[in-house]
């Protein structure tokens, strides 16, 4: 299959990387990884060790059969205009935050479809990417129900060796998945440490705080999410990813924007209720992000 992969940070070149075993893979990303993994291949350590050769390049050409979006959500759009210029049947959201499918749809003629990934990656130095926990990719029709392309892209993913769901209650997941990001991403930013830290300790109650608020605002939002459920799988994430720095806490130390209108912001814009910690958590990256200049 014919795969390109938008958006070559840590995570696109950790899964980019994966599929190439397997696909016919180009990363889309910024010099210097392009040249880099154009140069030396894409070096992949850690929890799973190999060296892969995906193509990579700065600008999208087609036509491919697949496309994996895995910019930053603040970053959606511009991705759905660069990916117009591309011929391609199914489009694959791997991305933080809600509404990016949304955005994605508007925009393009491909069946979008919606994804989760738990995999911990980090980007070492252009053309090395460390795995920090290998955890699963879970995809679907973004409104639920069975859909034969998100089959033939799970069949597809799951020949190069990575653990993938084909769910048809996305919307429920798309939620899980915020609640965790919800619980964890803000707080290992701001007490700089990494996901493991919040196995017990201060640091633990604080992220499944915000997690049980998210529940609260997914199902006052006509999603089935109990709060044993989200707090569970935030249990999970932290375990499998213990030693990775949440995507959030690597924005902070690059000194790059973060995605926290898309998850703790996402939680505040939907509620009806109160929902203070992720109010505090978004206030406080919020004005760490307005101090940079970065908002
Ligand atoms: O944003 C992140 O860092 C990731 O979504 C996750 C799963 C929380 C792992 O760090």
């Known amino acids: 299959m014919r795969v390109v992969v938008f958006g070559a940070g840590s995570l696109g070149s950790l899964i980019g990387g994966l599929l190439a075993d397997e696909h016919d893979v180009t990363l889309i990303g910024r010099e210097p990884h392009v040249r880099a993994v154009r140069d030396h291949g894409l070096e992949i350590t850690g929890e799973i060790e190999t060296t892969s050769y995906p193509g990579a390049a700065t600008a999208v050409s087609g036509p491919a059969e697949l496309a994996i979006v895995t910019v930053k959500s603040y970053d959606t759009p511009e991705a759905a205009r660069a990916l117009q210029a591309l011929d391609t049947d199914v489009v694959l959201s791997l991305q933080n935050g809600l509404g990016n499918e949304e955005a994605l749809d508007e925009a393009l003629a491909a069946t979008v479809l ?4 738990t995999y911990g990656a980090r980007l070492i130095e252009p053309g090395v990417v460390r795995c920090t926990g290998a955890g699963e990719v879970t995809l679907g029709a973004r409104s639920g129900g069975r859909s034969e392309a998100a089959e033939r892209v799970g069949n597809a993913v799951r020949r190069a060796g990575i653990d993938a769901t084909v769910a048809t209650d996305m919307p429920r997941r798309l939620w899980e998945k915020l609640a965790i990001n919800a619980g964890i991403n803000a707080v290992t930013a701001l007490a700089r440490v990494e996901n493991g830290a919040l196995g017990d300790g201060p ?10 608020e998210t529940a609260h605002v997914a199902r006052a939002n006509g999603i089935d999410l109990p709060d044993e459920r989200a707090t569970a799988a935030l249990d999970t994430v932290v375990e499998t990813t213990a030693a990775n720095r949440s995507s959030m806490y690597q924005d902070l130390e690059a000194g790059r924007r973060t995605e926290i209108d898309a998850i703790n912001g996402a939680v505040l814009e939907r509620a009806n209720d109160p929902v203070p910690v992720n109010e505090t958590l978004a206030a406080l990256v919020r004005a760490w992000e307005r101090e940079r200049k970065l908002r």
């Open 203 to 212: 640091a633990n109650d604080v992220a499944t705080r915000a997690v049980r």
């Open 114 to 117: 919606a994804g989760t990934c």
